[in-house]
């Protein structure tokens, strides 16, 4: 302003000035005179303003690509630090002990594991970053005001003296709300997963209105908090605004005199004011990493509380663990003096002493009391507070690593946890200690990876890694893996169920390679077999050319299997696609039609009837809830609303497409419809072809289809359930040609596949028990723990998986708590419990177990024979 447009640069008749001129003025003690570096560049009064104005740019470029890299850097350190603490506290988590676990909720780990620490880390790259980069912002303004003018420089440094004084005394108040504030969302949180948890007995119990109110009283608790949180805030906002504004006050007041005076120019007072504009933003700013490094402090506080060892009691030695041997435990199992209290302080089993030889089997029945139950969790490491001495050989019990008993001891408790994913993922879930090999599929990824694991602590271990030592198992991959864990089932009787689950399991190329290239001649032989056995009639197979009856109107027009949820259900009716075939098709008005007629017969079926009642579920057209619906259409048509809208034409054009002739026989579908049907279906075709749509896969009576289940490829078609037992004939027929084929070991490894589920909810109690014994069995445990796990199963069930343990387990033992001693005779030691002291009694030495398994098994087979 001064030198470019006021001329100062120009004055004494100069017509040009030096633009980029660097002379440095030597001060006298170092001799005087000045460094020439640069002279610049002549220019006039329009070339100095705008190369003035263009360096001004230029530093303005910089400054942001200082910015640009600062943030980039920091949100990369955040991030690491953030990826850093989250797995430091989940490995935390992992070596709580037993009874740690019991006094922590898991929803409230979680919550503070996802949510909590995000601040944290968050705050990480600010933490350095941000006081020196603000505060040199700060300082440079500050600076550059006080060379114009000194007086104006101290009041403001007078004024940002004030605000880093009082506004982080007026904060410290929102420090203690906002503690209160994240207790008490952590507490609604983990509420909130205990209601979750147990919806069932909400349900049969009818306690919806306790629990809303419940959680309405801490919402309104955590309203209040926020409340007082906000009138806080903003009160302090407000004081640092005002005080902020002051400043230009006494700018203009005062700079405006000393110009008025003569002491200050123009310029200095306009840059004295344009510098200050660069003031508080960064003070802002300061103020506020300030504030949000306290809040941080707490949270970090609360972090450290929650996971301290003072609260949760010492944790399991992650050092001791990874230097762990895998060695057998062998030896005689010696408990001297065991002592061991309740919840409640009563003591359950009161100086117990014992000695067993391993390996052994071990029948433990306690008569009601808990005493059997706590014996086996303490062999099984699941209590660890007992007063005694438990040896294995000669290793203390409690001084054997986690991970060395995680290997060599297995447990099946009451209440198997199974993990979501498939059968075999939580079958093999036991044999994943470490990889054995990896995988470099791309090595450039593989380094990226580690790399990033090496900055941030986590492991460079990859979950795509092969984590199974086969050669352990006496295994030579996961094909022999596969054939070990059908055998293990079926021992347990649970092979049915896994042949079951292939069947209705699907099919990948790349994995079950025997299958899928031999599935046509299977579907060609299984029809072959119903032909010449007189059963033709069981199955109606798809044709391209014929209307299948036992199949939707939907599935008919597709004639494929959809694998996008835009053509599944409801969805196909308003797919555009799928509207234009059957409007090319002149199908639209007769099923349209068609729909309204099932409206008016449902809506008459269904008067009356409460919500839930059988005939909701035969006739799976409309749901309680939409009837409603439906009855307004049907009221409007009748009072001549003739022309029905989009949503309402789409909505009956649903009902007719879930219409099967041969289950619902409302006698809607006659030979000229059909026809129509299945002449739309080239239309259907070809217009998703031609659109790329890839939502439907269609059928090809030489192909197989992988969106379809293994059982309807095999079937290539829908069992007639118009026929008696059909279902039954053709699951034998099934049978008969996958076992004549040799293709049974395929089917059963599709089974594996089969998901579980959410804590294994898609499996009954008695496969989740079953699941959970194959995963203790398959990794060949020394000492097998069985605390409850056959409860699931009735008595003659539980017998057999018994003997089938007995017959199996050779050189390992075998702890089994029983409730009765109806099945003791096969142990070779029976344990009981009486008044908290332990009777041991020897009945056979473990050379005879085999002998005796097999003798019993071969008495219970004459017993069921006869």
């Not at 009451?414 to 791309?442: H, W």
Request: contains cysteine; charged residues 25%.
């Amino acid at each position: 302003m001064n030198e470019a447009i006021q001329g100062e640069a120009f004055k004494d008749g100069n017509v040009t000035a030096p633009f980029l001129q660097l002379h440095f003025d030597l001060p006298q003690w170092l001799g005087g005179g000045s460094l020439r570096l640069f002279d610049g560049f002549e220019v006039g009064r329009v070339g100095l303003l705008l190369g003035l104005s263009c360096l001004f740019l230029f530093f303005v470029v910089v400054n942001n690509g200082f910015k640009y890299w600062i943030n980039l850097a920091k949100g990369i350190l955040g991030e690491r630090m953030l990826r850093r603490m989250r797995f430091d506290l989940f490995a935390m988590v992992l070596r709580f002990t037993p009874e740690a676990l019991r006094t922590v909720k898991s929803s409230e780990t979680a919550t503070i594991i996802k949510d909590e620490v995000e601040p944290i880390g968050g705050f990480i790259g600010d933490a350095f970053i941000t006081p020196v980069l603000l505060g040199m912002q700060a300082l440079t303004a500050l600076f550059f005001i006080m060379v114009q003018n000194v007086w104006l420089g101290l009041m403001a440094l007078a004024v940002i003296a004030v605000q880093f004084t009082i506004i982080p005394r007026l904060r410290r108040e929102l420090l203690r709300l906002g503690k209160q504030r994240q207790l008490a969302s952590r507490e609604l949180a983990g509420r909130i997963g205990e209601v979750l948890d147990g919806i069932e007995v909400v349900h049969v119990h009818n306690a919806y209105a306790w629990e809303r109110a419940e959680i309405g009283s801490r919402l309104f608790a955590l309203f209040s908090i926020r409340l007082k949180i906000y009138n806080r805030k903003f009160a302090v906002k407000f004081l640092n605004n005002f005080l902020s504004q002051v400043t230009p006050f006494l700018f203009y007041a005062v700079g405006g005199y000393f110009a008025l005076r003569g002491t200050l120019d123009i310029g200095q007072l306009v840059a004295v004011i344009s510098a200050y504009r660069e003031l508080p933003p960064p003070l802002k700013e300061l103020i506020d990493w300030d504030q949000q490094r306290l809040d941080v402090q707490v949270k970090y506080d609360q972090v450290t509380q929650h996971f301290a060892e003072e609260r949760l009691g010492p944790m399991i030695d992650a050092d001791a663990e990874a230097e762990a041997e895998d060695q057998p435990l062998a030896g005689p199992l010696v408990v001297e003096e065991l002592s061991l209290s309740g919840p409640h302080g009563d003591m359950i089993i009161e100086n117990a002493s014992f000695s067993l030889a391993l390996p052994t089997t071990v029948a433990m029945m306690s008569n009601g009391s808990p005493a059997a139950s706590m014996l086996a969790r303490v062999l099984a490491r699941r209590i660890t507070g007992f007063a005694g001495r438990i040896s294995i050989g000669d290793r203390d019990l409690t001084q054997i690593p986690m991970s060395l008993s995680g290997r060599r001891v297995a447990y099946a408790g009451v209440d198997p946890i199974i993990f979501p994913g498939s059968i075999r993922d939580n079958l093999v879930y036991g044999l994943r200690f470490k990889p054995t090999n990896r995988t470099e599929a791309d090595r450039r990824e593989v380094a990226r990876r580690v790399a990033e694991a090496a900055r941030s602590g986590n492991p460079f271990e990859s979950i795509s890694d092969c984590w199974i030592d086969y050669a352990r198992l006496g295994l030579k991959d996961e094909l022999d893996l596969d054939r070990a864990l059908v055998r293990l089932l079926e021992r347990i009787g649970m092979g049915e169920s896994i042949y079951l689950f292939g069947l209705a399991g699907r099919i990948d190329p790349e994995r079950h390679v025997a299958l899928a290239e031999r599935l046509v001649e299977a579907r060609n032989r299984l029809r072959e077999t119903f032909r010449s056995n007189g059963m033709a009639d069981l199955v109606e197979p798809f044709d391209v050319d014929r209307y299948n009856d036992q199949a939707s109107i939907a599935e008919n027009l597709l004639f494929g299997v959809p694998v996008s949820g835009e053509f599944m259900g409801r969805n196909l009716a308003d797919s555009p696609q799928f509207r234009s075939a059957i409007d090319r098709a002149g199908l639209t008005d007769g099923l349209i039609k068609m729909g309204l007629q099932i409206a008016e017969t449902m809506t008459e079926i269904f008067q009356g009837l409460p919500p839930g009642h059988s005939l909701f579920a035969q006739f799976s057209f409309i749901g309680a809830e939409e009837l409603p619906d439906f009855q307004a259409i049907l009221r409007r048509r009748a009072r001549g609303g003739h022309d029905l809208r989009r949503e309402e034409r789409t909505r009956l054009l649903a009902l007719p497409l879930a219409y099967i002739e041969a289950r619902h026989r409302l006698g809607l579908l006659d030979d000229s419809l059909k026809r129509q049907i299945v002449e739309a279906r080239s239309f259907v075709r070809g217009t998703l072809e031609k659109a790329g749509a890839t939502g439907v896969e269609f059928y090809d009576p030489d192909r197989i289809c992988m969106a379809a289940p293994l059982r309807d490829n095999l079937l290539f078609g829908r069992v007639n359930y118009q026929v008696a037992d059909a279902r039954h004939r053709v699951a034998e027929a099934i049978a008969a040609v996958i076992r004549e084929l040799d293709l049974l070991e395929d089917v059963e490894r599709i089974g594996l596949d089969h998901e579980v589920g959410a804590a294994g909810r898609l499996l009954s109690p008695q496969e989740r028990a079953s699941v959970n014994l194959v995963r203790c069995l398959v990794k060949r445990p020394d000492i097998l723990i069985i605390d409850g796990a056959l409860a699931p199963f009735d008595e003659e069930r539980a017998g057999k998986i018994l003997h089938a343990l007995l017959g199996d387990l050779e050189q390992q033992s075998l702890f089994m708590v029983l409730s009765n001693d109806r099945q003791a005779g096969a142990f070779d030691v029976q344990m009981r419990f009486n008044g908290g002291r332990i009777v041991a009694d020897q009945i056979a030495d473990s050379q005879g177990r085999a002998q005796r398994a097999a003798a019993e098994n071969a008495q219970n087979i004459a017993g069921e024979v006869a």
